[in-house]
């Protein structure tokens, strides 16, 4: 279980980090006075989520005054307690400012908001487990440091789905590859009724030593093309394996990728053609 309390400097990256921990899980409420931290902490519990993030910052700056006592209470409740808090120099945060065109929650000229800010959160960041200065990191980074903090795995997800080029490629795969080149086992009449998923007809389809070489590097390009997806940050990838009608060859690729990229969280979610008409 955890319990988190997110703050920071305007523009440091607070919705990055929220972001981060909400793909990882975590339930999110943003901008949530000191007060009300208990109630929260009350509900999350009845509602039996483990995983709870919660952000204060500049916007809260009205119910400032309850921090030490809410804190003091919920602490004494919840053991797993933690608050990390986000800055950055001021140089940084007025170029975001610039690039984004936001107000900031205090209002006035940006240099002496981002000072009074930083005094007026002062005491949040006293209490901070952890403190990230982010002037350097990208958001990819952020997003790493804070998994990296909370001792948390990106979840990732290949998704593989195999289609037919006759009913058109999907609309919605990150990458779509052709198998038509492999042995087709539509022209056998014992193998032509039956999909890729059967035993003899991926036997059939990888049964000579070109096919075994041509899917060793479609193996090995979607395992590339997956793990730089997830070091981008992303925490999901489409590849979409076609043949013909979409029912012998490339079923059994997806297939069998699946079970060879297990470790890069390989999935089959669909084989879109294996039921339509005929045609391999």
């Known amino acids: 279980m955890a319990f988190v309390v997110v703050s920071g400097l305007s523009g440091s990256g607070k919705s990055t980090a929220l972001r981060t921990l909400e793909d990882a899980g975590f339930f999110i409420t943003d901008n949530l006075p000191p007060e009300l931290w208990g ?21 809260t700056r009205h119910f400032l005054g309850a921090l030490e006592s809410s804190y003091a209470r919920l602490a004494r409740r919840r053991e797993d307690l933690r608050v990390l808090f986000l800055e950055a120099n001021a ?22 908001d981002f000072a ?29 440091r804070v998994l990296h903090t909370f001792r948390l795995e990106r979840d990732f997800a290949l998704r593989l789905m195999s289609f037919g080029f006759k009913n058109a490629p999907p609309r919605d795969a990150d990458l779509v590859i052709d198998v038509r080149s492999l042995p087709n086992p539509y022209y056998v009449p014992e193998l032509s009724p039956k999909t890729g998923l059967e035993p003899d007809v991926a036997g059939y389809v990888f049964g000579d030593e070109a096919s075994e070489r041509f899917y060793g590097e479609v193996r090995d390009f979607v395992r590339t093309a997956a793990e730089r997806a997830r070091a981008s940050g992303r925490h999901g990838y489409t590849v979409a394996i076609g043949c013909t009608g ?35």
Do not use: C, F, K, W
């Not at 945060?93 to 002496?112: A, D, I, Q, S, W």
């Not at 009074?116 to 990191?137: F, G, H, K, Q």
């Open 91 to 112: 140089e940084v945060l007025l170029r975001r400012y610039n690039l984004t065109r936001r107000e900031h929650p205090l209002g006035e000229t940006l240099m002496v």
């Open 39 to 59: 109630a929260m902490h009350d509900l999350v519990s009845a509602s039996g989520l483990e995983r709870v993030a919660i952000s204060t910052d500049a916007r």
């Open 116 to 144: 009074r800010e930083r005094e007026l959160l002062a005491p949040l960041r006293a209490i901070a487990d952890t403190v990230i200065d982010t002037t350097s990191l990208t958001a990819g980074e952020l997003a790493e």
């Open 246 to 280: 979409g029912q012998h060859r490339s079923v059994a690729v997806a297939a069998r990728l699946a079970g060879d990229l297990a470790d890069q969280g390989a999935q089959v979610t669909d084989h879109r053609d294996m039921q339509v008409g005929e045609g391999g």
